[in-house]
């Protein structure tokens, strides 16, 4: 679906269907489903496949725009007010450059202010900031990204509870987020327009499982490697056995997303192979470091690794 909407956009089809298209955003995406799943990472990808540069994404964390009066940070302070002349952050931004991903990370958390100025987004495709000074969005990519839908609040307990889990299916998946969302911004926040704006551009992301989360581990091993080789001049070789241990220590808890697989390897690898280094000496190491063996204390979590040191002649 995300493919679809993208070459739609570049093709200049987004709102094609409507007697004038205006001045809509040439793209608007929803990115929903479980935390560390990639929502993010995708936006960055959008960024550099429609404008061939991450410089063309912005983002705004909605969690800082919860507050009365948030929208005032977007478009402007209105005349007479505190930050009247620095103009709004959002309609500066694409007035200097608008050929823009622009990312609204977790639009739940946004005041209800700044809601509104999204159904004006979405339907018009341009704000008018707090100077009077109008700014189109027609050139730009909006995407939403929300955590809505996975998880609620037990009323007895007042515990988070997942209703989605890994092993489902993902249409299954899929459908039970929607109607979660939907019913978030009917019942609870009183939008329902907002999701009719939507449409069917929402992208539900599933768990990082299986072949891909195997992916994201060998990836986030390649980069370490990268990083000690660029920074150490040190070669870094993992045996087919530890890769495996790692992958059963790292891959365990498929709620934690990719972002869980970081801070796992972060523990079970980087940090024992810092010691690791300081221990034969950072100044004599030139040369290869080959992993052979990775293991977890069972009581108190620690992780030792067994590690060989081939230093290079000359």
């Known amino acids: 679906m995300t493919l679809d909407i993208l070459k739609r956009a570049a093709l200049g089809l987004s709102g094609a269907q409507a007697t004038s298209a205006g001045h809509r955003p040439r793209g608007v995406l929803f990115f929903a489903g479980p935390t560390g799943t990639g929502k993010t990472e995708m936006a960055k990808t959008v960024a550099q496949l429609l404008f061939d540069s991450e410089e063309a994404y912005l983002r ?26 620095a103009g709004g952050e959002l309609t500066r931004a694409v007035r200097a450059d608008p ?35 109008t700014t189109y969005f027609s050139e730009c990519v909006l995407i939403f990204t929300s955590n809505l839908g996975v998880q609620h609040t037990d009323p007895k307990t007042e515990q988070r509870v997942w209703d989605v889990h890994p092993k489902d299916d993902y249409s299954d998946l899929a459908k039970r987020v929607k109607q979660n969302i939907r019913h978030h911004f009917e ?54 056995r530890a890769r495996g241990q790692l992958g059963t220590y790292c891959l ?60 290079d002649r000359g």
């Open 99 to 133: 050929f823009r991903v622009i990312l609204f990370d977790e639009i739940e958390k946004a005041h209800q202010g700044v809601m509104d100025k999204f159904l004006q987004l979405l339907e018009d495709g341009r704000l008018t900031d707090g100077q009077g000074v």
């Open 252 to 311: 365990r808890d498929p709620y934690a997303g990719g972002r869980g697989i970081g801070m796992a390897l972060e523990t079970h690898l980087i940090n024992p192979l810092a010691r690791s280094i300081f221990e034969i000496r950072p100044e004599s190491l030139r040369g290869t470091l080959r992993v052979t063996d990775v293991t977890e204390d069972p009581e108190d979590g620690s992780v030792d690794l067994r590690v060989e040191h081939d230093r």
């Open 187 to 240: 019942a609870e926040v009183g939008r329902p327009e907002l999701m009719n704006r939507f449409g069917g551009n929402v992208v539900v992301f599933g768990f990082i499982t299986g072949p891909p989360a195997e992916e994201v581990l060998d990836l986030s091993i390649d980069n370490i490697a990268a990083a000690l080789w660029e920074s150490q001049d040190i070669r870094l070789e993992i045996s087919p």
């Open 60 to 85: 705004f964390d909605m969690s800082e725009f919860s507050a009365a009066h948030a929208a005032d940070r977007l478009v402007g302070a209105p005349p007479g007010y505190v930050g009247y002349e």
